[in-house]
Every structure is written in C-alpha cells, then in structure tokens.
C-alpha cells in the first residue's frame, strides 16, 4: 500500500510539473507567434495608417501619451514580447482573435475592447501596455 501511495503521488507530481511546463512554454511559443504574425502584417504603409488612425483618434491619442511620462521600470514589463505573452495568459488566445476578428468586421467598437482588456488586466499591467504601444509608434 506505501509502495502504490509513494508511485501515485510521484507520477501526480510528474503530471502537474509536465502541465505546468506545457503552459508555461505554450504561452510563451503562441506570444512568439503572434508576434511574429503582427510584424509581417505591419508593413510601413500599415504602420503609418494605424500611426495616423492614433494622431486622428483623441482617446487613443490620450491614452499612448500617458505612457510618455511612465517611469518603465516600475512596470510589471517592457516590451512587446511580454506584452503578448500577459494578454495570452489574462485575456486568452482564443478571445484576442476573435476581438481581431470582430475589429476587422466592425463588430465591435474601440471602447468596448477597451473595457474588455481593463477588466482583465490591472492598472500596473494597462499602464505597462500603453509604455509598450507608445515605445512601438515612436521607434
């Protein structure tokens, strides 16, 4: 009976740290993904459109200039690797394509989105977000 109790509990072990390795690799291999994926689809005319759609825009304009007084390094991360690899764990893969998929339909508005990632994520995390987008416009 210790034997079987001592295997069973080894192979629980196992099992959890193998679950945990796949979810720790997996986030971090689909936010690779993505961001390789958001890259090869911003070219400089696309870069400049979203550039321009933000200088026209008030509240996101707002919002990117916020971060221009952030003090980085009291943020929970900096760059955009991070970036993606906080909105797959909080907001999930699953759901940040089809928010993709509904912007690109015009299924949904900037505020609802907006709403839907500050529920999920905390203010330092928000904040950290629009360091990183504001890094990314002013390459």
Known sequence: MKKFLTITVFIVVLLGAAGYAVWHFGTNIASEKISEKIEATLDDENLKEVKSYIENDSKVQEIVSEAATTNPHTLPFQTKEEAT??????????????I??????????????????EDKLSEDEI??????????LNK
């Open 100 to 117: 993709q998929e509904q912007a690109q339909n015009g299924s949904i508005n900037k505020d609802k989105i907006i709403s839907e990632i």
């Open 85 to 98: 690899r906080v909105l797959i764990k909080k907001v999930g893969v699953n759901r940040l394509l089809d």
């Open 127 to 136: 904040s950290a977000l629009k360091y990183v987008l504001y890094k990314e």
